[in-house]
């Protein structure tokens, strides 16, 4: 089943204790992508990826890393978290393609810093 | 730069109403691709529709009708006879590839409330 896993599903955490997010897609995606949704805002991209050792800011990178080692894994490190990084977090692979483009997306990751 | 606007921010109708969802976005690629993902109270993000910047025409499946309009660069959804069920954030998205590279962008979302 074509599908991109998070884990965890849920998390708190407690400021400065680093992190990292794992996402895992089965469908040899090139693109992958990690996204934060806060009330209010939509989902705003944190950073992307458009292939292995390709990885790129998107519009709110502060406080997180990405690595893209392999095609399959893209996952998000927080260094030292803190609250303001309180959010809902997904995770999502693209399939690009003149007439099947789609996004596939991880169920979220909710993660409260105290 | 590519954008995507959705201006109701939150939208309560009673049972049994029809409701019209506004998307409109920008983008300077003549290829590209819209979507409306819906998001329960259970938080994940489910596919509704996807939309390619070359074919306008309009699509039902069953409550839920999809109006394309690249002339307004709109992307509206409706629900007819709405139902609890449809209480929902509903998201629009736009992906558009050029020599950039791929992006895929979201409105701010919008809650429908349907009560009974």
């Known amino acids: 089943e074509a599908q991109v896993t998070q884990n965890p599903r849920y998390l708190i955490t407690v400021t400065g204790k680093k992190l990292t997010v794992t996402c895992s897609q089965n469908?040899?995606?090139?693109?992958m992508s990690w996204y934060r949704q806060d009330p209010g805002l939509g989902l705003r991209q944190i950073y992307y990826s458009m292939n292995v050792e390709v990885t790129d800011k998107g519009d709110v990178p502060e406080g997180y890393k990405v690595s893209r080692k392999e095609k399959r894994n893209f996952p998000l490190i927080l260094e030292s978290p803190s609250p303001n990084q309180t959010s809902l977090y997904f995770c999502a692979s693209l399939r690009t393609g003149l007439l099947n483009t789609e996004a596939f997306f991880g169920q979220g990751t909710r993660l409260t810093v105290v | 730069a590519q954008k995507v606007t959705q201006a109701q921010t939150e939208i309560s109708v009673v049972e049994k109403e029809d409701v019209t969802l506004d998307c409109v976005y920008e983008t300077r690629d003549t290829t590209y691709y819209l979507f409306w993902y819906k998001q329960p109270p259970s938080g994940e993000l489910v596919f509704l529709i996807r939309r390619n910047s070359f074919d306008e025409q309009n699509e039902i499946s069953g409550r839920y009708s999809w109006n394309f309009q690249k002339s307004t660069s709109s992307f509206n959804f409706t629900i007819t006879a709405s139902q609890v069920v449809d209480s929902a954030v509903y998201f629009c998205?736009?992906?558009?590839?050029?020599?950039?590279?791929?992006?895929?962008?979201f409105g701010k979302g919008t809650t429908l409330s349907v009560s009974s």
């Open positions: 469908m040899n995606h090139e693109y």
């Open positions: 998205a736009l992906s558009a590839q050029n020599q950039a590279g791929t992006a895929l962008i």
